[in-house]
């Protein structure tokens, strides 16, 4: 399911955070709403929910953690802007829900 070495960790019902580098601080949370379509909103880490900044809504799990890239937190980013960075063709299924975002 994960292009990464480990999957996301769930930790709640409808929350998983995703590890990255550092094995002692997640790098984002991935929570799921029941939504009308559902989708996975995927956040930065941060210890205070208030400092967390968005990276996008995806319609499955595994399109939310392929988001979640290895940047600094300052740099992180989606995996849309990663391809269109690399010159490389969307991938099938890591479109995002959220057409106001790009």
Known sequence: M??????P????DCEWIVM???RARPKAVVR???ANPPYYRVVTWAARS???KLIGRY???EAADEAVLVDSPTQITDATDRDRRAGTP???GSERTDPQRR
């Not at 960790?9 to 709640?12: A, L």
């Open 59 to 61: 319609r499955s799990l």
């Open 90 to 92: 969307k991938r099938a």
């Open 50 to 52: 208030e400092d967390r």
């Open 2 to 7: 994960s292009a990464w070495p480990w999957p």
């Open 20 to 22: 990255r580098h550092d």
């Open 9 to 12: 960790i769930q930790i709640s």
């Open 32 to 34: 799921r709403f029941e």
